[in-house]
């Protein structure tokens, strides 16, 4: 079963098991604060199984806009890449307990890559820009779950692809967002 079919797969089931869930007003007001988790798994990448993690801790500065640092690891049997960075997203209140929201990230990357076959073990830096449209939907007034479609660009070729790296990624990644 592909990875796409597994990630859709999970994306309904969990839309679904939330689709009759309580919830209360967003909380996306200024002042507010927000930790988040996410990530995504792959288990059937060309490198063995991928694994995805990422941190975030943001300050709404005024209503709906987010500023946070991130913190976040790729890897899988092959190569490992840290990031650390910035993100700014805008929340767009419908009023309603889905709240779709934009974001923009910007951030340093550092990438370990063994040595494999023909190609060389590489241990670098790269700067990276990034983009996202995702939607939260909230459980309750302080809990909400994230999916999100996320796009990077490196200075380098650090993401994989099949055998080889390149300097583009994008991701669909599930998490769930914390605010008080």
Sequence with gaps: MGMRVILWSLVLGLAIAVGTAPAAAQMTAAGTQEIGVSGLVDFDSANGTLI????????????????????????DDNHTVWRIGGVMEYDYDLGLELVPY????????????????????????????????????????????????K??????????????????????????????
């Design 151 to 180: 796009l990077e660009w490196a200075s380098d070729d650090i993401y994989p692809e099949d055998d080889d790296f390149q300097n583009t990624d994008a991701r669909i990644t599930l998490g769930m967002r914390f605010f008080f």
């Design 102 to 149: 934009l974001g923009a990230a910007a951030g340093l990357a550092k990438y370990e890559v063994e040595k494999s076959g023909t190609r060389k073990a590489r241990d670098d830096y790269a700067f990276f820009l990034g983009a996202a449209v995702g939607s939260k939907y909230f459980l309750a007034e302080n809990v909400a779950l994230d999916v999100a479609l």
């Design 52 to 75: 995805h993690f990422n941190l975030l801790y943001g300050l709404f500065v005024a209503d709906g806009v987010e500023v946070a640092g991130t913190a976040g690891v790729t890897d």
